[in-house]
Nanobody, 127 residues
Framework: QVQLVESGGGLVQAGGSLRLSCAAS????????MGWFRQAPGKEREFVGA????????YYVDSVKGRFTISRDNAKNTVYLQMNSLKPEDTAVYYC????????????????????WGQGTQVTVSS
């Protein structure tokens, strides 16, 4: 059973940066694309971005393009979300998730395309 654990969240002022990590145990990430999602209070969980299983392809929602970067270290079984130029509207609980299908050639953006999820880490951006 794969377990994903996010870390690195916290409170930061607008314009600041945070780096989230998503570490896996009990299974490998190296054959799977990984996604990052977030959920703000009172809102549905939304897709933030994803990275291909090999790390060569990434995709981001428009609201974070140019500010967020996803990377991965398959040797460490870990995926990262570097968040720069943070805005108050980025405040949310951030989740990482593993694709349901190994070696998928495209990047999925919907919740149902991911099966294993972390518990989430809170990111709060103050104005």
């Amino acid at each position: 059973q794969v377990q994903l654990v996010e870390s690195g969240g916290g409170l930061v002022q607008a314009g600041g940066s945070l780096r989230l990590s998503c570490a896996a145990s009990g299974g490998t990430l190296r054959r799977y694309a990984m996604g990052w999602f977030r959920q703000a209070p009172g809102k549905e969980r939304e897709f933030v971005g994803a990275i291909s299983w090999g790390g060569g392809n990434t995709y981001y929602v428009d609201s974070v393009k140019g500010r967020f970067t996803i990377s991965r270290d398959n040797a460490k079984n870990t995926v990262y979300l570097q968040m720069n130029s943070l805005k108050p509207e980025d405040t949310a609980v951030y989740y990482c998730a593993r694709d349901t299908k190994s070696f998928r050639t495209s990047l999925a953006v919907t919740n149902i395309s991911y099966d294993y999820w972390g518990q989430g880490t809170q990111v709060t951006v103050s104005s």
